[in-house]
């Protein structure tokens, strides 16, 4: 990737140099593969989408028949864990639910828990997306009342809590910042310096993920021309590389662009469902 | 149109679906302007009538269009009431969904706590159990994703948000205002005696001698009813 600047000899008076000699931003465009080559075992990966919405699935598969191990996930989880459980890719999986959505269970992640394959830390939604502002604003965490006295607490006694220094004294859990090696989101456009348009109605905390993450990887529908791209979801100063894959979210739901595919949502779980194989 | 919903009686017996989901309702219409979070087909059913004939300041989610993000800042402002369903529930309103057995390895895998930690312990909860059994009624969940009353005892201040409206299932209606905060009939359906609500719950349930019927819904909540679910989608989770 290198920055390319526009320049012109003849250029006489400085206002138009200065025009010409702007240097274009980087050009962040990689191959899945290079996005895959970028990722080492061991490392906490976080998942934008959430459940069978907006998943990167086209990366996910990549990276479950890559020979990664050992990976710490961060997802609203849907296929992508299950997908990623399926491969043995997965020691530890931080998550407030993995679902199918209009299929509630999904089945390797439910194998993989039911066999002990996989270490959890298991959050209310609203904690994990704290925790993933916290690692963006770079503090060590962010107060809140949820998941106080529930199974959060009782099976993490690592969460701790805070007493508030003012008069109120109100004791509040303090989420714990998850910082992430790298985070992969799926969007609909995206141009080649990385700025991302999510177009549907929700974009999740797909933002979060990128900021919270020390690289940040977009597969995208279509690459534009910046002046095509629309409102930025996700500025490219959050954004590492980006990957032109139509498709890219796989049997999950990309509005405006695709919605759901649900016979193949189906067809996924009773593949699963009928294999005998017990996850890695 | 009639705004007064308790003022006619039913010209046509109304069907179990018909008390849970005007139960559920009922449910919602002590609610003001808040949001109202129903995850099942017959809540959904109930929400819509709800805001139609007995309380319109409710927003329901067609209306207001909410990312996720928002959807937490309006938890967290507390003027939500969820109604979650439940795979295990006990005396106290512990909710679990998220799996059974040990923690470590699940017997069964659910689908984790979701957001219930968060939506018990910041507003208005009930529960919406379609069938009211002994395997869902427990002694003790596996594990909790909604906090009881028991729970919301031990945080003091933290804990003043937590309000647990109750449960309503295929057998009536009930909540948690019991003695020392347990689960207590507020009515029974038609048909249901206190002996099938025992045999069906694994815990003692307080189900007083001269508990009501639940009351049935109005000529005029039947029509919202019926015109909702054209479809008969609520007999889908309660037969009948």
């Keep these: ?280 | 149109m009639e705004n007064n919903p308790e003022s006619t009686a039913p010209a046509v017996q109304p069907s179990r679906a018909d008390f849970c989901t005007i139960a559920c309702a009922r449910m919602f219409a002590r609610d003001g302007e808040v949001l109202i979070s129903p995850m099942a087909a017959i809540p959904r059913l109930a929400a819509r009538v709800a805001k139609a004939c007995m309380q319109p300041s409710l927003v329901l989610s067609e209306e207001a269009s909410l990312p996720y993000r928002r959807v937490f800042d309006v938890v967290w402002m507390g003027r939500r009431h969820v109604m979650m369903g439940a795979s295990q529930v006990d005396r106290f309103g512990n909710q679990n969904i998220s799996c059974i057995g040990p923690h470590g390895q699940p017997k069964v895998q659910l689908l984790g706590v979701r957001g219930a930690p968060g939506n018990t312990i910041n507003h208005a909860t009930s529960y919406w159990v379609p069938r009211h059994s002994s395997r869902v009624f427990v002694p003790a969940v596996s594990m909790v994703s909604g906090i009881g009353t028991d729970r919301a005892a031990t945080l003091g201040k933290s804990g003043r948000f937590v309000d647990l409206r109750g449960v309503v299932s295929n057998l009536g209606a009930f909540d948690f205002a019991g003695e020392g905060g347990v689960m207590r009939a507020v009515s029974l359906h038609p048909g249901v005696t206190a002996e099938e609500v025992r045999d069906n719950t694994g815990f003692d349930v307080e189900i007083a001698a001269d508990v009501p019927t639940t009351e049935p819904p109005t000529d005029l909540q039947l029509t919202w009813i019926a015109h909702f679910d054209a479809a008969g989608s609520r007999y889908t989770q309660v037969p009948g």
């Design chain 1, 1 to 280: 990737m290198s920055a390319a600047v526009a320049s012109s000899p003849e250029s006489a008076s400085p206002a138009l140099a200065a025009a010409e000699l702007v240097p274009l931003p980087l050009d962040k465009r990689m191959t899945i593969d290079d996005v895959v080559s970028e990722l080492s075992s061991g490392m906490t990966l976080g998942i934008g989408g959430w459940g069978s919405r907006r998943k990167p699935l086209a990366l996910v598969d990549a990276i479950a028949a890559s020979d990664l191990t050992d990976l710490t996930i961060v997802s609203y989880g849907g296929a992508d864990v299950g997908k990623l459980c399926a491969a043995g890719k997965v020691k530890k999986l931080v998550f407030g639910f993995v679902s199918l959505d209009s299929i509630p269970l999904e089945p390797n992640f439910r194998k993989a828990r039911q066999q002990g394959a996989i270490d959890v830390l298991e959050l209310d939604e609203g904690m994990l997306w704290l925790g993933l502002q916290a690692a963006a604003w770079r503090i060590p965490f962010l107060p809140t009342r949820a998941g106080m006295a529930s199974g959060v607490t009782d099976n993490a006694p690592e969460l701790r809590t805070v007493k508030s220094p003012y008069d109120d004294g109100e004791e509040l859990l303090a989420m714990p910042a998850l910082p992430l090696d790298a985070a992969i989101v799926h969007v609909n456009d995206a141009d080649q310096a990385g700025n991302c348009a999510i177009l549907g109605p929700d974009p999740f905390f797909d933002d979060l993920f990128c900021m919270a993450a020390k690289r940040a990887y977009a597969t995208a529908e279509r690459i534009v021309a910046t002046e095509d791209l629309g409102a930025v979801t996700l500025p490219r100063l959050m954004v590492s590389g980006v990957v032109e894959a139509p498709g890219g979210a796989g049997f999950t739901s990309c509005p405006p662009d695709y919605e759901r595919d649900e016979d193949a949502q189906r067809a996924y779980v009773k593949q699963v469902k009928a294999s005998k194989q017990h996850v890695i």
